[in-house]
């Protein structure tokens, strides 16, 4: 970071990187984060479960895509990252899920895309529960998954909820990744030092000055991880192996869902119909 940042020398995986570092940097033309949804505004909420081998640093990771669309053929135009959120894995399940859905009401997201591999199940089984804001008392609701069999506590739960099984759609994601990289469709927040920040985003600095740092580290994560062939398959691997790519994995998630399933340039689909050949995978 310090030679990054201090020495202006870029440090991390040239030969086999998973995308070309300077076309990732070109992607850092956001200049601010937002904090709430506008009307018409049109979000979708990625979420990766930290598996860490630094417990100190064990940590799951959030993602908000802002879709920009062409007017005329409804395609996606641009992939806006406005906020990286990062929740510890010393919370519960319970609190995650908690932490989770007040995101999702936050920006009113379409769709929230979440990992539930392994330890990312317990995650998905607290979702589809109902839940409270113990700091508000606001009901953050029942939620219900679009692609699998799993039963939410309430009948009427909402079905914003996609179960991203990685290893299913792992080729297909990196794809999407790699696209979005390289297209330029992907913007995320600019590199900021303390200097740039006014006193009054100083004063609220959860909101206008983390996101950008959590942008930071997502940078580095992606400059660690190197693309990797498989005979049926393609797939990443980090080149120091105890740092994260959380943050990574939360962001292509997302990424994935929105150009798989809603990038549709001829008619608006109902997402029961986009998910039908996936369900129950």
Same mark, same amino acid.
């Given at each position: 970071?310090?030679?990054?940042?201090?020495?202006?020398?870029w440090?991390g995986?040239?030969r086999v990187?998973?995308?070309?570092?300077?076309?990732?940097?070109?992607?850092r033309?956001?200049?601010?984060?937002?904090? &709430?949804?506008?009307?018409g505004?049109?979000?979708y909420?990625?979420?990766?479960?930290?598996r860490?081998?630094s417990?100190?640093?064990n940590?799951?990771?959030?993602?908000v895509?802002?879709?920009?669309?062409n007017?005329?053929?409804n395609?996606?135009?641009?992939l806006e &990252?406005v906020n990286?959120?990062?929740?510890?894995?010393t919370?519960?399940?319970?609190?995650q899920?908690?932490?989770i859905k007040?995101v999702?009401?936050r920006y009113?997201?379409?769709m929230?895309?979440?990992? !539930?591999? !392994?330890?990312?199940t317990?995650?998905?089984?607290?979702?589809?529960?109902?839940?409270?804001?113990?700091?508000?008392?606001d009901?953050l609701?029942?939620? @219900?998954?679009?692609?699998?069999?799993?039963?939410?506590?309430?009948d009427?739960?909402?079905? &914003?909820? +996609?179960?991203?099984?990685?290893?299913?759609?792992q080729?297909?994601?990196?794809?999407? +990744?790699?696209?979005?990289?390289d297209?330029?469709?992907?913007?995320?927040?600019?590199?900021k030092?303390?200097?740039?920040?006014?006193?009054?985003?100083?004063?609220?600095y959860?909101?206008k000055?983390?996101? +950008?740092?959590q942008? @930071?580290?997502?940078?580095?994560?992606?400059?660690?991880l190197?693309l990797?062939?498989?005979?049926?398959?393609i797939?990443v691997e980090?080149?120091v192996?105890?740092?994260?790519?959380?943050? +990574?994995? &939360?962001l292509?998630?997302?990424?994935?869902?929105?150009?798989?399933?809603?990038?549709?340039p001829?008619?608006?689909?109902n997402n029961?119909?986009?998910?039908?050949?996936?369900?129950?995978?």
């Amino acid at each position: 970071s310090f030679a990054q940042n201090y020495e202006s020398k870029w440090v991390g995986a040239s030969r086999v990187a998973l995308v070309n570092i300077n076309k990732l940097l070109e992607c850092r033309n956001l200049i601010k984060t937002c904090e &709430c949804a506008n009307d018409g505004d049109e979000y979708y909420v990625g979420v990766d479960v930290g598996r860490s081998q630094s417990t100190a640093n064990n940590q799951s990771s959030i993602a908000v895509i802002r879709v920009i669309r062409n007017k005329k053929s409804n395609k996606v135009k641009h992939l806006e &990252c406005v906020n990286i959120i990062n929740v510890s894995n010393t919370m519960n399940f319970t609190n995650q899920a908690i932490e989770i859905k007040r995101v999702k009401k936050r920006y009113n997201a379409r769709m929230v895309i979440t990992d !539930g591999n !392994g330890i990312g199940t317990g995650l998905v089984d607290q979702l589809l529960r109902n839940a409270e804001d113990p700091m508000t008392g606001d009901d953050l609701g029942c939620w @219900d998954t679009i692609n699998t069999d799993n039963k939410p506590e309430s009948d009427d739960a909402e079905q &914003c909820l +996609f179960d991203m099984k990685a290893q299913t759609y792992q080729s297909k994601t990196i794809s999407y +990744f790699i696209d979005a990289v390289d297209s330029g469709k992907l913007r995320i927040l600019q590199q900021k030092k303390d200097s740039d920040f006014t006193q009054s985003e100083k004063e609220d600095y959860e909101n206008k000055i983390l996101p +950008f740092i959590q942008t @930071d580290f997502m940078v580095e994560e992606i400059a660690n991880l190197k693309l990797k062939t498989l005979p049926s398959s393609i797939t990443v691997e980090k080149s120091v192996s105890k740092m994260n790519k959380d943050r +990574f994995s &939360c962001l292509s998630y997302c990424i994935f869902y929105i150009m798989e399933f809603t990038n549709d340039p001829k008619q608006q689909i109902n997402n029961y119909d986009l998910l039908s050949q996936y369900t129950y995978l």
